[in-house]
């Protein structure tokens, strides 16, 4: 029985992730088109909302191309590592009290893993392909994951120190319900880390160097096509829910709010994982992209020294206070 | 001349990133502007006098052919030889031309008004129609009779009478009365012809763009 309402929980989480994907890419792309002053798609449906679902049936059929000179298995596979990597973590996130599919108490640290293990599908597809632009792609994400994964690991070292624990739950419920119990304002300095290193993390620009479209078509996914590429886009959706949600319990007080709402508590969390997807969109519609030994520069230069002077200070004053 | 091409900013700005922050609410700003894309099978672009379209040759409604006297002015100016013209003299009606042919090949005109600017009885005309493609070639060779259907089906749905269509190309602006050919001295308004006429910058000043 309990096996079951698991599943059942899974399969419910699943869907409404994969809906949420579907129409993440939709928000995003009429969000675009405002802010530049177009209108975005139009034609499928009423004002275009139809069109993830296009989107969608089209890549299902579209012919799957394996190009002839590159290593079959990995290439098969890799879309596979990323998309598994970036759905597993999200067992662990609690949309509101109670709603969690997997309460254990190394979450973030999980999550930490779980997304370092999508550079590796990254990383193999791009050396799979036997295609210079794919692997100029994956180089280029591997450098850039690990040095920001350095940084992001960083800045939530704060947040642990102060709610003394890993377990996510338990991190919002230390925030507790007031505005000023957020972990925004005493770890503003982790927050900005966190912000900068979450936009690198889920290549997102200013920092999508490893499928900078100008200069390397499509980077790492290059040679996908059909289903396969679809994965890969899901799992990098996928994975900007997913950094939005950390943000989200690590310092905007997950499911708390002003008021409790009724029949449906995540509402508050939906909520402002809907606000971090909107400044991931925003900063897209905006900023240009770095270059790439500025963003080596920047992560190494000044995001780990601030966040390291942000865990020593965080630790100075818990040890003094508590 | 000094040319500063990095503008000065004080420390503050520099750590705070003042340019992204401005950018940013920039691209908020425009968020809530209104789109300027037009939706255009739904939505047809407005056409306005002297938009140089589909070639025509104008009906007359006294002898029901074209009015084209076969003096060959558009067929030596046209600038890319898509217009050929076969004539024969009738001496029976004072060598009177007669036109054995008349044929344009769109695909190699440049729009560039010439012929129906140079026509000294106002005989051929680039409408306003601009949805013509076609998937084949020879349907966009106009012969003689395809080019005066083309004139019925822009005279059909334009709007006021007929006899009162007049462009910028039959009725150049700007040019006194007198320098025109006879054919050419259409009865416009004064702002057309006379010192108040509007053209280029002004007319933008006068009239509203409706849409962008």
């Known amino acids: 029985m309990t096996v079951l309402t698991m599943l059942l929980h899974i399969v419910v989480l699943v869907v409404v992730v994969l809906l949420h994907v579907a129409y993440a890419t939709y928000f995003e792309r009429k969000i675009i088109g405002r802010m530049q002053v177009r209108m975005g798609p139009m034609r499928v449906g009423w004002h275009g909302l139809l069109q993830p679902i296009a989107d969608g049936v089209k890549s299902f059929f579209k012919e799957d191309i394996i190009p002839e000179r590159a290593d079959q298995t990995l290439f098969r596979i890799a879309p596979v590592i990323c998309l598994v990597a970036m759905m597993s973590s999200l067992a662990v996130l609690p949309f509101a009290e109670g709603w969690v599919l997997a309460d254990i108490d190394i979450g973030l640290l999980f999550i930490f893993g779980m997304s370092a293990l999508a550079a590796y599908g990254v990383v193999l597809a791009g050396w799979s392909s036997n295609s210079k632009y794919s692997f100029f792609g994956g180089m280029r994400s591997m450098a850039q994951v690990i040095s920001y994964e350095i940084a992001m690991g960083l800045s939530l070292v704060g947040v642990m120190l102060m709610a003394g624990s890993l377990n996510l739950s338990e991190i919002v419920r230390a925030q507790g319900d007031s505005l000023f119990g957020m972990y925004l304002l005493p770890q503003c300095v982790g927050f900005f880390v966190f912000f900068i290193a979450m936009l690198a993390e889920t290549n997102r620009v200013p920092f999508d160097l490893p499928e900078a479209e100008t200069e390397l078509v499509s980077g790492y996914s290059t040679e996908y096509s059909g289903m396969r590429y679809a994965m890969f886009f899901m799992a990098e959706y996928i994975g900007m829910l997913m950094m939005a949600s950390i943000g989200t319990i690590c310092f905007l007080g997950g499911w708390h709010g002003p008021f409790a709402v009724p029949f449906f508590p995540p509402f508050w969390f939906v909520l402002k994982v809907y606000l971090f997807m909107f400044a991931f969109i925003w900063i897209r519609a905006t900023l240009p992209r770095y270059r790439y030994d500025q963003l080596m520069g920047l992560g190494w230069k000044l995001l780990i020294p601030l966040a390291l002077a942000n865990i020593v200070v965080t630790a100075g004053v818990k040890a003094l206070i508590g | ?212």
């Open chain 2, 1 to 212: 001349m000094q040319i500063q091409y990095k503008p000065k900013r004080s420390w503050l700005g520099t750590i705070l990133h003042v340019e992204i922050i401005k950018g940013l609410s920039l691209t908020l700003r425009k968020l809530f502007s209104r789109p300027v894309t037009r939706q255009y099978p739904e939505e047809k672009p407005e056409i306005r006098r002297g938009f140089r379209g589909q070639h025509a040759l104008v009906r007359d409604p006294q002898t029901g052919t074209s009015k084209c006297i076969g003096c060959m002015r558009c067929a030596v100016v046209c600038p890319s030889r898509c217009i050929r013209i076969r004539i024969h003299k009738e001496p029976a009606t004072g060598n009177r031309r007669i036109i054995d042919c008349y044929r344009i090949e769109a695909l190699r005109c440049v729009y560039c008004g010439y012929c129906e600017e140079v026509c000294p009885v106002n005989a051929i005309v680039l409408t306003e129609v601009f949805e013509y493609s076609s998937n084949d070639r020879p349907s966009l060779f106009f012969t003689m009779e395809q080019l005066l259907g083309n004139w019925d089906r822009f005279a059909a749905q334009l709007q006021g009478p007929v006899d009162e269509y007049v462009n910028p190309f039959w009725r150049p602006r700007g040019l006194p009365e007198h320098t025109l050919p006879a054919p050419k001295r259409l009865p416009v308004s004064r702002e057309w012809s006379g010192e108040e006429q509007v053209v280029g910058k002004n007319w933008r000043r006068h009239h509203r763009p409706e849409q962008s």
